[in-house]
């Protein structure tokens, strides 16, 4: 009896990594479909801290996050690099790519589970599906954690782990998948976002 058992619970275990390798697989496809996405976000750190926006992505690597105030920051990534604007200082700062976890939402291909990207968790329940990611040359950089909801399925949430020890959760509301975007949002220019009304905000 102890043999059967050992073996039922083999064969369920082998059944279930199965089913997530599927859904895994569906995961990539999911994110390698996405052309441009924008939504409004919430970001939440693990000290507390909050900020509200808007994020514009477009593939390949192009970016725009839009904080509202009090938050001054505004960041633009135009396919080359990524401009880290403080209004209220008037402080510019250029990031690579290659430091930030999104990144890997931004490339046109994704191929989770590979030497470079690692998966290191997976888990799904009826509502959400959760897979943990790890850059294999990290540097600096933590895990983080993609959240979909599986009725649509549908990017909601990454969490990413800071040098700093903290948590940022950014989760996403009303998104627009595969929208037009206008090209001028991935441009950064001083003056232009000096003067910048909310054009591109939906009322």
Do not use: C
Not at 84 to 89: G, H, N, R
Not at 109 to 120: A, E, H, I, Q, Y
């Amino acid at each position: 009896m102890k043999k059967l058992i050992l073996t039922l619970f083999t064969l369920i275990s082998f059944a279930a990594q199965a089913d997530d390798k599927k859904d895994i697989k569906a995961i990539e496809t999911y994110l390698n479909s996405i052309k441009t996405l924008s939504a409004d976000f919430v970001q939440i750190a693990s000290n507390g801290e909050k900020a509200e926006g808007r994020i514009y992505i477009e593939k390949p690597n192009k970016i725009r996050m839009e904080y509202n105030p009090p938050s001054n920051i505004l960041i633009v990534g135009n396919g080359d690099y990524i401009v880290y604007y403080d209004k209220e200082l008037e402080q510019i700062t250029n990031i690579d790519y290659e430091d930030i976890p999104a990144a890997m939402i931004l490339a046109n291909t994704v191929t989770l589970g590979s030497k470079d990207l690692k998966v290191t968790s997976f888990h799904k329940d009826p509502g959400m599906t959760r897979i943990g990611l790890q850059y294999a040359d990290a540097s600096d950089l933590g895990p983080f954690t993609l959240v979909f909801s599986n009725n649509p399925f549908t990017l909601k949430q990454w969490k990413v782990i800071t040098p700093q020890s903290l948590e940022v959760s950014l989760s996403l509301y009303d998104s627009v998948i595969d929208g037009k975007l206008d090209p001028s949002l991935f441009k950064f220019s001083k003056r232009a976002e000096t003067t910048r009304k909310n054009k591109f905000r939906r009322k």
